[in-house]
C-alpha cells in the first residue's frame, strides 16, 4: 500500500495509559477529538504513553497561516483521565473549531465539586465560547470558528446558568444525530447519534452522565463504519441505551464495528447486582452487545496492560471484562496498553475502507508511505494524519492478518490477538513516545 492508497477517514485510539484519547479522521480537513489524556511521563525517553497533544500539533491539517486546526473537541465528562493535557491543548498552536461539553460541569462548579486543572481549564474555555456565541447571535452574526460550542444534554437546573441563553440550534439531545462540525454540513461523510447523557441521570456520580455517541464514518461507494464511545458508564445506563432503542425500533443507532470498552475495560459494564444484593454476570447486556455488532466487530480497551490476575478492588482493565468482551466481537479485543507490546504500544489505527468498512489498518503498510508522508508535510491531511501516527508503530513484530471465517470462542479469539501482539518477538527498533 503506498501513502496515496491510506484510507482517508478512520480513527486512531492512542496508548495513553488508563484514560482515553480518541482521534477520528473524517476528511482531509476535519478532524475530531474526542477526550484527552496526556500525561507528563510522555516527556520520558523510555515512556509507554503517547504525547498526545504534540502528536496533535505535528499531523492535523493546517489552516492557510499554518496553524494546525482540530475542527471539535468532544468531552466525554470532566474526569483526569479523559480531560488530562487540555490546558497544554489551549497553549498549543491548535486551533479548536468547536468545543462539544456537557451540563454537568456546570452543575459541578455550582456544587462547589473539586475539578482537576485540566476540568477547571475546560470549563473556562466553555463558557468563554458560550460569552462569544451569545456575543456573536445578539449582532445577528454566526460565532467564529475558534469560538463555537455545542452542549450535548439536559440538566434539571439549566435555567441557573448561562449556556441556557444559547438558541436552540447550539444544544444536542439523546436520540439527535450531530452532522455538522465547526459549522460545516458533513452528513455524507460524518454523524454523531447522541445516546447519552440522560435528564433523569444529571444529579447522578460523574461517570453516569458521560457524554456516549454512536459515530458513522461514510466512504464515497457509501460504505459505513460505526464506532460506539461510551465514556465512563456502567450497566445500568448503557442497559438504558440499548434498551431504549430496541424499544423504539432504532436497531441502526446501536450498530458497532468498533467499540471503545466503557471505563477502560471496567467490569462494572456487565456485572452489577442481582436481586439478592450479590454481584452477577449481566448476560442481557452481553446479549445486546453481540446482538447489534458487526460482521468484524473489535473491542479496543483504552487502558494500561491486563494484569496476569485481578485482586478485589482492583481498577481496570478488569480480565473477566475482557473475556466477555471477547465472547461477543469475533475480532476480540485490542488493549492500547499492549498493542503490539506493553513495551512499545502503538495507536491502534481503523481506516474506512470502501467496500468493507472499518479495517485495522496493517502498520507494515503505514511503514511504507512513511516516507511519502515526510515528503508532503506541507499539505497535511487525513492521509497524512493515519501514516503519522501509524507510523510510530513499525517496528513491533508482525501485523494484524487478515481475518478468515472462523468459529467464535474465548481462545480461538485469544490465539488471534496473540499473535497480533506478536509478544514472543521484540522491536526490530526502539520506538517510544518521548518528546525529542
Not at 472462523?406 to 488471534?416: H, K
Request: hydrophobic share 40%; charged share 30%.
Amino acid at each position: 500500500m503506498t501513502y496515496t492508497d491510506l484510507p482517508e477517514r478512520g480513527v486512531v485510539f492512542w496508548p495513553v495509559g488508563t484514560g482515553d484519547s480518541t482521534t477520528i479522521v473524517v476528511d482531509d480537513r476535519l478532524v475530531v477529538q474526542v477526550d484527552l489524556h496526556d500525561q507528563k511521563a510522555a516527556d520520558e525517553d523510555d515512556a509507554v504513553v503517547a504525547p498526545v497533544v504534540d502528536r496533535l500539533e505535528e499531523t492535523l491539517p493546517r489552516l492557510d497561516d499554518g496553524r494546525p486546526y482540530l475542527a471539535v473537541f468532544a468531552l466525554t465528562h470532566a474526569d483526569a483521565d479523559h480531560c488530562g493535557g487540555f490546558g497544554d491543548l489551549l497553549d498549543s498552536d491548535v486551533v479548536i473549531g468547536e468545543l462539544w461539553a456537557t451540563p454537568r460541569l456546570w452543575r459541578e462548579l455550582a456544587d462547589g465539586e473539586e475539578l482537576s486543572e485540566d476540568a477547571e481549564a475546560f470549563h473556562k474555555e466553555a463558557k468563554r465560547r458560550v460569552a462569544a456565541t451569545l456575543a456573536a447571535v445578539a449582532s445577528g452574526r454566526e460565532p467564529a470558528s475558534g469560538d463555537r460550542v455545542r452542549i450535548i444534554g439536559y440538566d434539571e437546573d439549566r435555567e441557573d446558568h448561562p449556556y441556557a441563553e444559547l438558541p436552540e440550534a447550539y444544544f444536542s439531545f439523546p436520540g439527535e444525530a450531530i452532522t455538522t462540525l465547526d459549522g460545516e454540513d458533513t452528513s455524507d461523510r460524518f454523524e454523531a447519534f447522541v445516546h447519552a447523557p440522560f435528564r433523569d441521570d444529571c444529579a447522578g456520580e460523574r461517570n453516569e452522565t458521560s457524554l456516549a455517541l454512536q459515530v458513522t464514518l461514510r466512504a464515497e461507494d457509501g460504505t459505513e463504519g460505526r464506532l460506539l464511545l461510551l465514556g465512563d458508564l456502567s450497566y445500568v445506563t448503557i442497559t438504558k441505551i440499548f434498551d431504549y432503542s430496541e424499544q423504539h425500533e432504532r436497531p441502526e443507532r446501536l450498530a458497532w464495528d468498533v467499540m471503545l470498552a466503557a471505563h477502560h475495560c471496567s467490569r462494572k459494564v456487565m456485572y452489577a447486582d442481582g436481586e439478592d444484593g450479590e454481584e452477577e454476570l449481566k448476560r442481557d447486556l452481553l446479549d445486546q452487545f453481540e446482538r447489534h455488532a458487526g460482521a468484524e466487530a473489535t473491542v479496543v480497551a483504552s487502558s494500561g496492560p491486563f494484569r496476569d490476575a485481578d485482586q478485589p478492588g482492583d481498577n481496570p482493565p478488569h480480565l473477566d471484562a475482557r473475556d466477555r468482551y471477547e465472547e461477543v466481537a469475533l475480532n476480540g479485543v485490542l488493549c492500547t496498553g499492549e498493542y503490539l507490546s506493553a513495551e512499545a504500544p502503538r495507536p491502534v489505527v481503523f481506516g474506512l475502507e470502501p467496500g468493507a468498512g472499518l479495517v485495522l489498518v496493517d502498520v507494515d503498510d503505514l511503514a511504507d508511505g512513511e516516507q511519502a508522508a515526510e515528503q508532503s508535510k506541507a499539505s497535511r491531511g487525513s492521509r497524512d494524519l493515519l501514516v503519522a501516527l501509524g507510523a510510530t508503530a513499525v517496528a513491533a513484530g508482525a501485523a494484524w492478518a487478515a481475518r478468515q471465517a472462523r468459529p467464535r470462542g474465548t481462545a480461538a479469539v485469544r490465539d488471534a490477538v496473540e499473535q497480533a501482539r506478536g509478544v514472543d518477538a521484540a522491536p526490530a527498533t526502539s520506538v517510544g513516545f518521548g518528546r525529542g
